[in-house]
């Protein structure tokens, strides 16, 4: 028999489903507390020590590690990306036609590229490193361009019909060049969408996954803290830069409303409030990076702009 989500989907709108889901967060996020227990902390001298994060790593132990190069990995990316493509067109909705001229950003393996291309799209992909790129036969219809998406000189002004990118802005040292260079590139009337996570200050803000359990490790602890933690474990050091440290108010202000070089299509903010009790935990802590609980519960900016026709 059907679960009582999947009937609901059935027969509600997204919205509907939406809606529900959120509820369930609010009422989470109220019984943990965080928000007022945020609201009225005084920011703490410092983050936690060495100690503290052991007790931490004991009560959350790191999930089994992954073996990214084996063939289940690969064949979960190219699901990954399929899955990508349909999130894509269904917050575009009828916007990509069929022939458009897209460009990713950050495509890592390419297994956005490749399901996209499948649906009858010309694509380029982006990426600092060619390594990552999984050149195999799947890229029909995509070509690849080895560059910084903060200075995409080899690309053309205004050619593509859509630029897209996952899981990538926050990784780029800085989004404001790459959301610059994305904007150039899109043709007047075209569009830029971005799905990126998680961001810094998330439970997983470090992407750490199986290496340390610890949810908000990033915002609890400093990076040597961390370090000494990993080195006491015999697990392989971290890179500490692998992501950029952006707090979610510098992406708010990222996207500000901007009619004359964007107008916001969509935006919506996915959530993860799967540790939001640590929050109410170390309100001290995390108050040196925020005083508003949204900062520590954004995990996923998802956000459709589109580049005026006429220059303003
Ligand atoms: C976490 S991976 C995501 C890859 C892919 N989009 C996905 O979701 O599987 C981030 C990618 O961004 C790329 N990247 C980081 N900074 C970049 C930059 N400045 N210019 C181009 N690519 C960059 C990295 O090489 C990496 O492949």
Same mark, same amino acid.
């Given at each position: ?27 989470? $996020?109220?019984?943990?507390?965080? %928000?007022? +227990?945020? #609201?009225? &902390? @005084?920011?703490?001298?410092?983050? =936690?020590?060495? !100690? ?52 990713? $950003?950050?495509?890592?393996?390419? %297994?956005? +590229?490749? #399901?996209? &291309? @499948?649906?009858?799209?010309?694509? =380029?992909?982006? !990426? ?185």
């Amino acid at each position: 028999m059907a679960s009582l989500k999947q009937r609901i989907k059935a027969i509600a709108p997204v919205g509907l489903t939406h809606w529900a889901k959120t509820r369930a967060q609010h009422a989470r $996020l109220k019984r943990s507390g965080a %928000a007022e +227990a945020l #609201a009225a &902390a @005084q920011p703490a001298e410092a983050r =936690l020590p060495l !100690d503290a994060l052991r007790e931490l790593a004991a009560e959350f132990p790191p999930p089994p590690s992954i073996d990214w190069e084996g063939e289940a990995c690969v064949a979960a990316s190219a699901e990954l990306g399929q899955t990508r493509v349909q999130w894509m067109r269904k917050f575009l909705g009828s916007r990509l036609s069929p022939g458009a001229r897209c460009l990713e $950003l950050g495509a890592g393996d390419g %297994a956005v +590229a490749s #399901a996209l &291309a @499948q649906t009858g799209v010309q694509v =380029l992909a982006v !990426d600092i490193q060619r390594g990552v790129f999984d050149e195999t036969g799947l890229h029909t219809h995509v070509d690849f361009l080895e560059a910084d998406v903060e200075k995409l000189e080899a690309v053309e002004d205004d050619r593509f019909d859509l630029v897209y990118s996952f899981d990538s802005v926050e990784h780029f040292g800085n989004p404001e060049a790459a959301l610059a260079e994305a904007l150039r590139v899109t043709r007047p009337g075209g569009y830029v969408y971005l799905r990126f996570g998680p961001l810094y200050d998330a439970p997983d803000g470090k992407h750490l996954g199986d290496r340390l359990g610890v949810p908000y490790a990033g915002v609890l602890c400093e990076d040597e803290t961390i370090d000494a933690l990993m080195a006491e474990q015999g697990r392989d050091p971290i890179n500490h830069e692998y992501c950029n440290h952006w707090p979610l108010a510098r992406y708010r202000e990222l996207f500000a409303p901007r009619p004359e070089r964007y107008e916001i299509v969509r935006a919506f903010d996915h959530l993860d409030l799967s540790a939001v009790e640590l929050i109410a935990r170390f309100p001290e802590v995390f108050r040196r990076r925020a005083a508003m609980v949204d900062a520590f519960l954004v995990n996923v900016i998802e956000i459709l702009l589109r580049k005026p026709t006429q220059p303003r």
